[in-house]
């Protein structure tokens, strides 16, 4: 069993920045892959980005490449997003993952936050 809980949303004009944190327990965190998700109003859930167990790799969507950077801290238990130069189609609820990552690639397993909102005001 896994438990994520998000926090760090909130409100931010466009340009700007925030950090989700996504604090995970009940199993070995340091050997899991993990990722962020987000949904849009009236839109299916997306990827956003994913990182390794051991955070040498990462993956992002090709919609947050280069703006928004995948971490964590094994020590801590907890995996991060920076969000920089944030755009309104950033608005969603982003939710952190528990998965697998293997040929490049982020999984999904059915292990979800409750989700945190990001609302980027024009």
Known sequence: QVQLVESGGGLVQAGGSL???CAASGRTFSGGAMGWFRQAPGKDREFV???SWSG???RY???VKGRFTISRDNA???VYLQMNSLK???TAVYYCNAGSYFSDSY???NYWGQGTQVT???
């Open 19 to 21: 950090r989700l944190s």
């Open 49 to 51: 980005a994913g990182i």
């Open 56 to 58: 040498a790799s990462t």
């Open 61 to 63: 969507a090709d919609s």
């Open 76 to 78: 801590k238990n907890t």
């Open 88 to 90: 309104p189609e950033d």
């Open 107 to 109: 999984y999904p397993h």
């Open 120 to 122: 980027v005001s024009s």
